[in-house]
């Protein structure tokens, strides 16, 4: 059974970044209708998003885990297909790096040969290989920086064991774990993350499982919790992928509705504290069909 402080060394905090580069821009380029200098100021505009992931072995191969729409570039216009740019986001007291490794051009060559799985939108999973040539420095990274993975055994295959009031526990990054940013120059705000982070626990219980591929959980998470670990009595039983939201009425000051000028009501979203979180026997499908890629 993994203890607390090994889940610790587990999980990740990741930056991605998209850049604003649709599908139409990459291809006006190749036709020539816009010129280099053009595709430059596009490059500038980028967007980044954080989330958890999971350091993971099997064996001697290594992998990090987590929510298919932390990592996925849906801007770029083109099927599964991942962030330009992942950075590790700096451990609290850890030694900072002059030159940290990255992930990057993780979607050259065909697809089937790419050292990623996703699977669908709902199970909303992906698996990124750390055993190929662009991904094995990043590995080497998290392993220098004292990350530990945790072994494939400590994957809870069998969610029927799983039961309504068992108590549970998640490990991920929100913005409530960003303790510190750090001042970078231009050039080294492009190539890594200013931020300072710790893992935060939140503690519940399962509030619903089913045979569905996902169950509730009542537990505290939020934006940056995506692809964190939920644990069960040391072992990983499921990835966080979404809050639940529902739509509540936006009302004036005075109490009345809000309606646009079509005669439409306006809804705000609401978020509440239960979180929708993918079965973790799914990972296990994922890691076979990754590891059908030879290299991997």
Same mark, same amino acid.
């Given at each position: 059974?993994?203890?607390?402080?090994?889940?610790?060394?587990?999980?990740?905090?990741?930056?991605?970044?998209?850049?604003?580069?649709?599908?139409?821009?990459?291809?006006?380029?190749?036709?020539?209708?816009?010129?280099?200098?053009?595709?430059?100021?596009?490059?500038?505009?980028?967007?980044?998003?954080?989330?958890?992931?999971?350091?993971?072995?099997?064996?001697?191969?290594?992998?990090?885990?987590?929510?298919?729409?932390?990592?996925?570039?849906?801007?770029?216009?083109?099927?599964?297909?991942?962030?330009?740019?992942?950075?590790?986001?700096?451990?609290?007291?850890?030694?900072?790096?002059?030159?940290?490794?990255?992930?990057?051009?993780?979607?050259?060559?065909?697809?089937?040969?790419?050292?990623?799985?996703?699977?669908?939108?709902?199970?909303?999973?992906?698996?990124?290989?750390?055993?190929?040539?662009?991904?094995?420095?990043?590995?080497?990274?998290?392993?220098?920086?004292?990350?530990?993975? #945790?072994?494939?055994?400590? &994957?809870?295959?069998?969610?029927? $064991? @799983?039961?309504?009031? =068992?108590? !549970?526990?998640?490990?991920?990054?929100?913005?409530?774990?960003?303790?510190?940013?750090?001042?970078?120059?231009?050039?080294?705000?492009?190539?890594?993350?200013?931020?300072?982070?710790?893992?935060?626990?939140?503690?519940?219980?399962?509030?619903?499982?089913?045979?569905?591929?996902?169950?509730?959980?009542?537990?505290?998470?939020?934006?940056?919790?995506?692809?964190?670990?939920?644990?069960?009595?040391?072992?990983?039983?499921?990835?966080?992928?979404?809050?639940?939201?529902?739509?509540?009425?936006?009302?004036?000051?005075?109490?009345?509705?809000?309606?646009?000028?079509?005669?439409?009501?306006?809804?705000?979203?609401?978020?509440?504290?239960?979180?929708?979180? #993918?079965?973790?026997?799914? &990972?296990?499908?994922?890691?076979? $069909? @990754?590891?059908?890629? =030879?290299? !991997?």
């Amino acid at each position: 059974m993994l203890t607390n402080e090994k889940w610790k060394k587990a999980v990740v905090h990741l930056e991605c970044v998209a850049n604003d580069l649709t599908r139409e821009i990459r291809e006006k380029l190749l036709s020539g209708q816009i010129t280099q200098q053009q595709w430059g100021q596009f490059r500038k505009r980028e967007n980044r998003s954080q989330g958890t992931a999971i350091f993971l072995k099997d064996g001697e191969k290594k992998y990090l885990v987590t929510a298919k729409h932390v990592v996925e570039d849906r801007s770029s216009g083109y099927p599964d297909y991942l962030c330009s740019l992942i950075f590790l986001v700096q451990r609290y007291g850890q030694p900072i790096e002059d030159d940290p490794e990255i992930i990057m051009n993780i979607n050259a060559g065909v697809t089937k040969m790419r050292p990623f799985v996703l699977s669908n939108d709902e199970r909303d999973l992906a698996v990124i290989s750390l055993n190929d040539s662009s991904t094995e420095g990043f590995c080497e990274f998290l392993i220098k920086q004292g990350y530990e993975p #945790i072994d494939i055994t400590e &994957i809870e295959n069998n969610s029927s $064991e @799983l039961t309504e009031g =068992d108590d !549970v526990y998640a490990i991920g990054f929100p913005n409530t774990s960003l303790l510190q940013e750090r001042e970078l120059s231009q050039a080294e705000a492009h190539w890594q993350s200013k931020f300072i982070s710790n893992p935060l626990f939140s503690f519940g219980k399962i509030a619903m499982n089913t045979d569905l591929d996902f169950m509730w959980v009542d537990i505290s998470i939020y934006p940056g919790n995506s692809g964190g670990p939920v644990i069960k009595d040391g072992k990983l039983i499921g990835i966080v992928s979404s809050q639940s939201i529902i739509l509540g009425e936006s009302i004036t000051q005075s109490g009345n509705p809000v309606y646009v000028g079509d005669g439409e009501q306006v809804f705000s979203e609401i978020r509440i504290p239960f979180a929708n979180v #993918i079965k973790s026997h799914l &990972i296990l499908d994922l890691l076979e $069909e @990754l590891n059908q890629k =030879d290299y !991997v």
